[in-house]
């Protein structure tokens, strides 16, 4: 059975951090891009940011480059986001997300953390 656990989600003041963590269970993680995506209420779902299989590559969406960092142990089989110099527009439930093309096309969704940055 596949699953992907978030955790690390919370409030925190405008201005503080959070590292958010994805433990990742029943797939060969190292197959798999790993995504961080988050939906603030009454909006759609947005994809925040991206690490390759390997770590080597990343993106980020523009709102956060700067501030938040993706980042993956395949050892342990886990995905981070370190979010610093938090906004309150950065309130949001954020998603653990895991694609592949090999073997064969494949995607999992985490339950969601949720983020709320306020004083």
């Known amino acids: 059975q596949v699953q992907l656990v978030e955790s690390g989600g919370g409030l925190v003041q405008p201005g503080g951090s959070l590292r958010l963590s994805c433990a990742a269970s029943?797939?060969?993680?190292?197959?798999?891009?790993m995504r961080w995506y988050r939906q603030a209420p009454g909006k759609e779902r947005e994809l925040v940011a991206t690490i390759g299989s390997a770590g080597r590559n990343t993106n980020y969406e523009a709102s956060v480059k700067g501030r938040f960092t993706i980042s993956r142990d395949n050892a342990k089989n886990t995905v981070y986001l370190q979010m610093n110099s938090l906004k309150p527009e950065d309130t949001a439930v954020y998603y653990c997300n895991a694609q592949t093309i090999y073997p064969l096309r494949d995607e999992h969704w985490g339950q969601g953390t949720q983020v709320t940055v306020s004083s």
């Open positions: 029943g797939i060969t993680f190292s197959y798999y891009a």
